[in-house]
């Protein structure tokens, strides 16, 4: 039997639901018999137990929270050869200017070509309160955009179709 680990940093818990998400999808997908374990980095234990890891952070000031690289460089040895995906939340994302979409998605582009990883993604998140005008107008996000541009299929799409599932 395989074993999973989602791994996750959050704030304000999108991250998680998208690790849960990408685990129902995985077991609902797998052919075989696999075990998942979801858990935030700071409980992880022993990295060497996984056959297989995934793991995401949420996007702040257009990039990874610093502890998520930081736990990506500590643990790369581990890492090697077991970390199957990366993935990221950005509530921009889905709707900001090109300009700040190429900035996000080419740090985690950087980020999984130094780790060997070829599976990355990035999803919608979510804002507790509408951003100021001139926020929005800085990233190009819709006046009206709803605060919450999560997207459960795209992550199922991932899943099935990036992720090797046995
Ligand atoms: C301090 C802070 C900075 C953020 N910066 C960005 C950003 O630069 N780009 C972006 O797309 N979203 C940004 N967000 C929105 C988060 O990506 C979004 O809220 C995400 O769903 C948070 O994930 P979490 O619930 O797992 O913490 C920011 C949120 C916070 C709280």
């Not at 996007?59 to 050869?81: A, C, D, T, Y």
């Not at 582009?109 to 926020?135: C, D, I, N, W």
Request: glycine share 6%; hydrophobic share 35%; net charge neutral.
């Amino acid at each position: 039997m395989k074993h999973y680990l989602i791994g996750y940093i959050t704030q304000t818990q999108t991250t998680k639901e998208a690790a849960q998400q990408i685990a129902l999808q995985l077991e609902n997908n797998s052919s075989q018999q696999i075990s998942i374990e979801v858990c935030s980095l700071e409980t992880i234990k022993n990295l060497e137990t996984y056959d297989k890891i995934i793991l995401g952070s949420p996007i702040h000031g257009m990039r990874v929270m610093p502890e998520f690289s930081e736990f990506l460089s500590n643990h790369k040895e581990q890492l090697s050869g077991r970390l199957q995906g990366l993935y990221v939340v950005s509530y921009l994302y889905p709707t900001c200017r090109t300009f700040w979409k190429k900035l996000i998605l080419r740090g985690i582009q950087r980020l999984s070509r130094s780790h060997g990883v070829t599976r990355y993604a990035v999803f919608g998140g979510k804002l507790p309160e509408a951003m100021p005008t001139f926020v929005r107008f800085i990233f190009g996000t819709p006046d009206g955009a709803p605060l919450d541009s999560r997207d459960t299929q795209e992550i199922d799409r991932w899943v099935n179709d990036s992720l090797e599932l046995n």
